[in-house]
């Protein structure tokens, strides 16, 4: 049962940063709209009147406009998505997307609920990520044990 554990995990390791290379790489390569584009896509019939579609138009336009947080977001999942390629980095790269694939998630749970499909996809994402991360809880396990005495507050404390 152990070996086909490991490769369960290099599969999902290798699946879920293939998705986010893809992803990442993916938004450098699509154009961003100006303001003056987002707001004539708001005032579009069809989008004005459905209020779960004016407000993903309205958060994804703004993360856009910010000039600098879409293109660090896209930045963050590629260079996480490599780190899980890598045996060595995996853990660090799982640690540092479990808050990406959480936010993806919570974005189409709240602004995209009738989309199922998309909703799965992205939870699986977020499963394939905490499976990542409690397959090394051995590494992080020891950050939430009780210190024993008050000796041992002080050495946590000043690292002695």
Known sequence: MKKYTKITFIVLRLFLGGV????????????????????????????????????????????????????????????????????????????????ITLHIFLFHLFLEPDEVGELVYCGLLFAVNVALMFMEKNRWKGLF????SLKNIISEVTGS
């Not at 044990?145 to 024993?148: M, Y």
Request: aromatic residues 16%.
């Open 20 to 99: 986010m290379i893809s992803a990442g790489a993916g938004k450098f390569f699509k154009p961003i709209s100006n303001v003056t584009e987002v707001v004539k896509k708001i005032n579009n019939e069809n989008i004005s009147s459905n209020t779960m579609t004016l407000q993903k138009v309205l958060y994804i336009g703004g993360l856009k406009q910010t000039g600098y947080f879409w293109e660090v977001v896209a930045f963050c999942e590629l260079l996480f998505g490599i780190f899980l390629i890598f045996y060595r980095s995996y853990f660090l790269g799982s640690l540092f997307l479990l808050p």
């Open 145 to 148: 044990k009780k210190p024993e």
